[in-house]
């Protein structure tokens, strides 16, 4: 009887080999009929999951020849869980390394992970390949560190060009800006705020990370050990400055574009940027990447009637503080994350709140999240079993989508019976819980939609209380000059509307700036064509267009939460230094 | 025949028995005659070590009551290094954790090193300590993490005094500073400078770190993993800047402490602060901490005449660049590491050098030291060995002062043996090569009187091939208007004279800000009595006065290299923090 670890080195090398041999019916016959591959780039210069068999073959007829993988190698300790052997590998491509993570059932290959760690000659240089940072030889003329770096701050938009332009100084466009500074792609972080971080330190003032510090790390500057659990938003704005000037990035703050066109002809972006200071002027870059907004600007909803309203009414996204709001009439239209987090803001400010719930919510505390959901991969108890951030990160990308959801339905189950007592009360008080039309739950609505849940920091507990009321099942159908009118016909009265409404496709803003037509021809973003509700099919597999090459040349999306940021903004930066380089990058569709 | 484990573990739990016994005859039959146990802070409150059995009973004796260690165990791997055996372990005491290093011959031990880790009950909020960040139940009146740290801010120092406070903002006080930051003791570091790392930015324009970044890293936040080698000062600086504002210290820019006086009956300083912005002030800690230079202030030296020089002349720490002396006559006195500095960057100018070489200099190429001296404990492959920097401290410091000169006697020889060419053209050129007194060389100078020794980064080529002349063993006597005349009656022309001869002690700060009786009374710092040219006898062991208690009370001397401040920072901030929780800490002198 072969160990876990014979048997995942010998199933690594005769993959291996059938590869090497260009065998394809025999590299196919050593997965089960229930397989998946998810590749990161270093096959398929895409983020791409092929499903069963056929699939696979199809991508290997198409792309193993320029591929080229050699030296499959088991790396650390393989495990066995149940019935699957679980083994972590290195492999080569002809122009990259990758790391790769595999699953075995008997001999048979489950689910395969492949990704691109770095481009052959062009790594980072880290660690043994650190620059020296100064010449030990006496030369004259020589310039120092200050000098180089003042001029090329200088120069960078004006006589020379970035390789890259990208839109939105936010944590996405931060972490992108410094992977690529690592790789020497020139770069020029766009923000219209003044400063970086600023998009976190403007939000709403009692606003705190609802992920826990281990999950929301950035790249290559982890938090200090003592990094509370739960970032404070102004925390997190200094920290993304300090990050900022620590990666040395490029970051042009009080400049907002305003337009873009890409010339196919000269395959070059003309970039339009609006500056508050220094003038406007056009950036001609090579390759222009929208990361201007986790999601994607706010969605304001129509509301008849509010031109004669005489309170204050905005978008969440405009909320500071409940402060003068004490003893006044709040409506607050939405029940996700922002509508709670501003409805608690503002019955800490002694207001009176109501919450208008449209549809039902899926609702998880933040306690029973972390021990259930993020403990095995993002915790002080995951680093002590050796799981890094790197590692927590792969792991998670490991699970192909088609699987997910039948993962998180059980954990639903789990978390709904052991907080059975608060969505009881919550029901009792007339809100609406719902786990996702398949019962998945909270991950896979944020998959699915970016909205439509709430990681409880607090909030329920007044709702059950009845310290927060809530209509729900009902929409805002008439606004009057102190009041909204439901649609149930009832009447609230107002002082103070806020609309957490959410926010739209990032394609909006491809829409504004570049044209309507290359946002209807890319399509809308995130989700993964689950036919659930805000996530029509048909099937992606992937979400669509983030991190991955568009339906429109030299564009890409980026963003997400910290941790979807952090990961793939390697494969973002990946496949555009390869396109900078010359390396010949054949997606596979 | 035990393996090397079970010896280690036996002589351990032994001695930890005999320990717990207070059987001080029987612990010391466990050392061998020629034995050292250097203690920091631990057994003894001090910085400490005991040569020989009779010395390890007269500490056992006064501290072992009060001390009352328990639970010694070794940790990770034993190795033997030809008849010695080498093990790590840990221990507690009656008020701390601890961890420590054992040097094993036969079954007798030779060197024991133990250091504190941490009081209990006052652990830093690290790992799993970390704080929360915010209270997930929805509170009235609760105040935002901005709102806390603005008020913290604005209040010390003005309705709420520090507990310590901390003069000098370099990398000494910053780092101290952000280990009490850690411990919770309310600290002000006063900075006559307007910015951290201004100290490193206002230094000559060429200037980089001769030593290896794996040596400098600042505690809590290393630097990232493409930083430079060899740092250049101006990235030094920021680098400083952004510490101080991640570790959220009170560092107040612009000022400058005058004067502080101790209050016998009151044990609390006054120490008055004069500040650019905000008005002069009194503060008054309980404690106080010299961290005015990692040596002390630049040393001036009396040049008759030079009020009639007509050219500048100044110390080699108010030299900026050579930029305005191209083809000018220049005169650097001093052969150590600034002078170097100073001659190579006015030669990369285009200036006419001379080097006037006082004394013997101790020159090691920094390609030498790195292998040689570096790489073993701090580098690439010792961290692949899995030598954290943490580690590759205390194996530093597990080497007794009395040994350390006998150790680098022989790394002095092949040093001078594998680049002997080098030296043949240094002395061809005039120029004097030394090893120090005994042979011990660079590393020797650097602990015994911080000075009279270059790293080589290029300067010395320039010398072999006379691009820098020099004028060896003669002093400058005289200044005349476009010269100066040397002790061999020689003259030289000068439009500038850079006096590149060093820093005086730290206590000269003490003098003029405290009084020179207290100055006197403390004696100077830096040296460890080695009785060689600069540190005069009698043999103290350690390194005097630095980082442990002086001969007056709440007053304290930090600084050195980065790696020293790194270091030795814990256990002064672990010193004061015992005092302020009012834990007994009984100095073992």
């Known amino acids: 009887m072969p160990t876990p670890t ?143 770096a003042s001029e090329e701050q200088s120069t960078l938009g004006y006589s020379r060009q970035p390789y890259c332009v990208i839109i939105g100084g936010g944590q996405g466009g931060i972490i992108l800006g410094a992977r690529l500074k690592r790789l020497g792609v020139p770069t020029i972080i766009l923000e219209k705020n003044a400063r ?27 938090f200090p050990d003592d990094w509370p659990v739960f970032t404070p938003k102004d925390r997190m704005g200094d920290w993304l400055e300090i990050y900022t000037k620590v990666m040395q990035l490029d970051y042009w703050g009080l400049a907002e574009c305003t337009a873009a066109k890409y010339d196919l002809d000269k395959r070059e972006w003309s970039v339009t940027v ?31 009637g509010v031109d004669l309203f005489q309170g204050d009414c905005y978008h969440s996204s405009a909320y500071i503080s409940g402060k003068k709001y004490a003893g006044k009439h709040c409506v607050v239209i939405g029940a996700s ?55 927590a990160d792969l792991l998670a990308a490991s699970i192909p989508f088609r699987l997910m959801a039948g993962i998180q339905i059980p954990l639903s189950e789990t978390i709904a019976r052991r907080d059975a007592d608060l969505y009881a009360r919550l029901k009792k008080a007339g809100f609406l819980v719902d786990w996702g039309e398949d019962g998945s739950g909270l991950t896979m609505k944020a998959y699915r939609k970016a909205s ?13 209380e009845g310290k927060i009321k809530v209509r729900s099942g009902v929409e805002v159908t008439e606004v009057r000059q102190q009041s909204v009118i439901l649609s149930d016909r009832s009447e609230l009265p107002a002082e103070l509307i806020v609309c957490a409404t959410g926010y739209r496709h990032m394609t909006a803003a491809v829409a504004k700036i570049i044209s309507p037509d290359v946002a209807e021809r890319i399509g809308p973003n995130w989700g993964y064509g689950s036919d659930t509700s805000g996530d029509p099919g048909p099937w992606f597999g992937e979400l669509r267009n983030m991190w991955k090459p568009l339906a429109y040349p030299a564009l890409w999306f980026h963003g997400g939460n910290l941790a979807n940021s952090r990961q793939y903004s390697l494969y973002v930066a990946l496949q555009i230094k390869a396109r900078m380089e010359g390396i010949p990058t054949p997606v596979y569709e």
Chains 1, 2 share one sequence.
């Open 274 to 304: 609006h500056r508050d200071y220094g003038g406007d002027l056009v950036l001609r870059p090579k390759q222009l990447v929208f990361a201007t907004g986790s999601v994607g600007p706010p969605k304001e909803i129509h509301l008849p």
């Open 6 to 148: 014979e048997r995942a080195s010998g199933w690594i090398a005769a993959f291996g080999n059938a590869l090497a041999g260009a065998d394809i019916s025999l590299a196919i016959s050593m997965f089960q009929d229930d397989c998946y591959w998810r590749d990161l780039v270093s096959f398929t210069w895409n983020v791409k999951t092929m499903e069963g068999p056929s699939a696979i073959a199809d991508m290997l007829q198409a792309n193993l020849p320029s591929t080229n993988p050699t030296g499959w190698s088991i790396v650390d300790r393989v495990i066995e869980v149940g019935e699957v052997v679980e083994a972590w590998f290195d492999f080569e491509t002809a122009v990259s390394r990758g790391r790769g993570h595999l699953r075995l059932k008997g001999d048979k290959c489950w689910t395969l992970l492949t990704t691109m760690l770095e481009l052959k000659g062009f790594e980072e240089h880290a660690g043994t390949r650190r620059e020296k940072g100064v010449e030990h030889r006496a030369t004259k003329g020589r310039k120092t560190w200050l000098e180089c």
């Open 452 to 464: 439509g849940y709430y990681i409880d920091v607090g909030g329920s507990e007044l709702i059950a």
């Open 337 to 391: 994350n922002s509508a709670h987090d501003v409805c608690t803001d503002l019955w800490e400010h002694d207001a009176d709140v109501t919450m208008i719930q449209r549809s039902p919510t899926t609702v998880v505390k933040s306690e029973t999240l972390m021990e259930l959901g993020f403990a095995s991969l993002y915790s002080e108890e995951a680093l002590a079993q050796g799981i890094t951030v790197e590692r």
């Open 196 to 222: 970086a971080g600023d998009s976190w330190r403007k939000r709403y003032k009692s606003l705190v990370l609802h992920d826990p510090v281990w999950y929301d790390h950035l790249p290559y500057l982890p």
